[in-house]
C-alpha cells in the first residue's frame, strides 16, 4: 500500500466532513443523486472517505465501498451502518487491487463509482487499468469528477495551483477523460456539469 498517499489522506480526515460536508455536498447533491440511481448488481465505490456520499445512495443495493485511508473508513463506518442495504468497507489501494491479499477478484463487480477521485489517484491511469480488470465484460463505470480546464484563464490558474493542491489533496489539472480513454474503457458519455470542469463521465469495459 502507498504509504505516502495513505498518510495524506489519513491526516486530512479529521478536517474532510468540515471542508466538504455543507457547501458542496448540497451544491452537488442533485447530480450525485441522479449518477447513483444507476446503481445495479454487485457495485464497487472507490475511495468512499468519511461516506458523505452514502448519503445519497439509492437503498436496497449491494456495495463494496473501499478506500486507502484507515482514518476515512473509521468515519465512514457509521453511515455504512446505517444505510438502507448491504454494504461493506474495506481498506484497498487501487493500485494494488490486482494483489491476491485484496481478495476482489476479476471480473467480479458489475459497475464503479468514483466521486472526485481521480484527481487524487497518483499514476491515474493505471489505476483506472485496475478498475477496468474488476469488472465485468460489459461492466459499467460512472465517474463524478472534477478535472482540468481547455479554457483560459481557468487552465493557467489550475496549472498553477496543482504543485500546492497535490501536497495536501487533489491535483487541479488532471484530464481523466483522456485518462478513462487511455485506460481501455469504450463508450464514452461525458457531462459538463460546471464549466468544463466538474463532470459525470460514463464508460464501458469492452465485452471482449
Not at 447533491?29 to 447513483?36: G, I, M, S
Not at 501536497?167 to 474503457?185: C, I, K, L, S, W
Amino acid at each position: 500500500m502507498d504509504s505516502v498517499t495513505q498518510g495524506k489522506w489519513d491526516r486530512a480526515a479529521a478536517s474532510f466532513d468540515w471542508m466538504n460536508g455543507a457547501g458542496p455536498e448540497k451544491r452537488w447533491a442533485p447530480v450525485k443523486r441522479e449518477l447513483f440511481g444507476h446503481m445495479r448488481g454487485d457495485i464497487l465505490f472507490l475511495a468512499v472517505g468519511t461516506g458523505l456520499d452514502i448519503a445519497f445512495f439509492p437503498p436496497g443495493r449491494r456495495i463494496t465501498g473501499i478506500d486507502i485511508s484507515g482514518e476515512m473508513l473509521r468515519r465512514a463506518e457509521p453511515r455504512a451502518r446505517a444505510y438502507e442495504g448491504e454494504m461493506t468497507l474495506l481498506q484497498r489501494d487501487v493500485l494494488e487491487l490486482a494483489s491476491p491479499e485484496n481478495g476482489l477478484a476479476g471480473n467480479r463487480f458489475d459497475q464503479v463509482f468514483t466521486s472526485c477521485t481521480f484527481c487524487s489517484v497518483p499514476r491515474p491511469v493505471d489505476g483506472l487499468r485496475q478498475l477496468l480488470r474488476v469488472l465485468k465484460p460489459g461492466g459499467e463505470l460512472f465517474m463524478f469528477e472534477h478535472t482540468g480546464s481547455r479554457f483560459f484563464p481557468f487552465k493557467q490558474i489550475m496549472d498553477w495551483m496543482t504543485p500546492l493542491s497535490r501536497a495536501f489533496g487533489p491535483e487541479m489539472n488532471r484530464d481523466t477523460v483522456a485518462n478513462v480513454r487511455a485506460a481501455g474503457f469504450e463508450h464514452l458519455a461525458v457531462r459538463n456539469v460546471y464549466l468544463d470542469v466538474v463532470k459525470t463521465i460514463r464508460a464501458r469495459k469492452p465485452l471482449e
